[in-house]
């Protein structure tokens, strides 16, 4: 019983899947293509952007006391990602 409440609670704290996960993803997405514009650089885009995202996690933790969140690096990455990806290709 005990294990199932460490594997739950989390999910249950910080989904996978939920508001604030698109505003992390939609706001990395646009950095990403900005950075993309300036930078012609696919590797630093995403860099710069996933180093800003870890800055707000670490302004999270420190400042905010809350809990510092892999989930929304990931989506900040996968939005930056998709953001550079799609301004090199278009």
């Known amino acids: ?8 609670l989390p999910l249950l704290y910080d989904p996978f899947f939920g508001k604030d996960k698109t505003k992390h993803f939609g706001a990395s997405y646009i950095m990403g293509q900005v ?9 630093r885009s995403i860099a710069i952007t ?5 800055s707000k996690e670490i302004y999270d933790l420190k400042v905010k006391k809350t809990k510092f969140s892999f989930k929304d690096l990931f989506w900040d990455i996968v939005g930056a990602t998709s953001g550079v990806l799609i301004e090199d290709y278009f």
Do not use: N
């Open 1 to 8: 019983m005990t294990i199932k409440l460490f594997i739950i």
């Open 50 to 54: 996933a180093a800003i995202g870890i």
């Open 35 to 43: 950075l993309y514009e300036k930078t012609h650089s696919i590797k």
